[in-house]
């Protein structure tokens, strides 16, 4: 069964340094996601991507935060000078143009800034 | 501003007894709604969704209810297994484009 994948499953960086977490959504889904989750608390949604272009964002996805996706497969999403509260699990999530609203998430990069 | 929150922060049932999961909602606008299965270290799952359009919708050992008129929406799980032990989040969306989720529910099942 195709499913979401996610790189690396942890990155630790200092505070300061630009990170780029990856994801490889389903090869024929349309629409992606970023979401974070601090740990013990909910999801919260970042932004959605469609058509090469965001499609909505959060008020946390503010300007320290980017999407791309760079070829046919990829999508990442770069914080340019992280925090100590960026410290996070990050999940990207896809879904297909069927109509469908169901995303499918990946298992999630843990960010640790120190 | 618009939320979507959880009555009850866990929720301990017996192995073969029916769930119930609770949520409130507060956007009006929101025109689909879905329910979340998170193990432990892992992403999300999806389990069930529902259209706001519809009160009842079912799958397989899952049933979903909307009240519209109190903006509250439950999970029923039936027969409960130890393998539904996670945390539940009911999410809305709206257009599709931005999933804001509810604070989570654990649920225990008791052997």
């Known amino acids: 069964e195709p499913e979401v994948t996610q790189t690396p499953s942890h990155q630790v960086t200092q505070m300061g340094q630009e990170v780029i977490l990856r994801c490889v959504p389903i090869?024929?889904?349309?629409?992606f996601y970023w979401y974070r989750q601090i740990l013990g608390q909910k999801v919260e949604f970042l932004v959605s991507?469609?058509?090469?272009?965001?499609?909505?964002k959060s008020e946390i996805f503010d300007d320290q935060f980017s999407v791309e996706r760079p070829d046919g497969s990829n999508f990442t999403l770069k914080i340019r000078s992280t925090k100590l509260e960026d410290s996070a699990m990050y999940f990207c999530?896809?879904?297909?143009?069927?109509?469908?609203?169901?995303?499918?998430f990946g298992p999630g990069t843990r960010l640790t800034v120190t | 501003g618009e939320s979507v929150g959880l009555h009850l922060p866990t929720l301990s049932v017996q192995e073969g007894d029916n769930s119930i999961i609770n949520c409130a909602y507060s956007n009006s606008a929101s025109d689909y709604f879905i329910w979340y299965k998170q193990e432990s270290g892992k992403g999300p799952q999806f389990i069930i969704d529902?259209?706001?359009?519809?009160d009842k919708r079912q799958g397989q050992r899952v049933t979903v209810l909307l009240n519209k008129t109190v903006k509250h929406l439950s999970l029923q799980i039936a027969a409960t297994q130890p393998g539904d032990s996670a945390v539940y989040f009911c999410a809305e969306d709206t257009g599709g484009f931005k999933t804001i989720f509810g604070a989570g529910t654990r649920l225990f099942v008791k052997a």
């Open positions: 999530a896809s879904r297909g143009g069927d109509g469908s609203y169901e995303q499918y």
């Open positions: 991507f469609y058509n090469n272009e965001i499609s909505e």
């Open positions: 090869s024929n889904h349309l629409y």
């Open positions: 529902i259209r706001s359009n519809m």
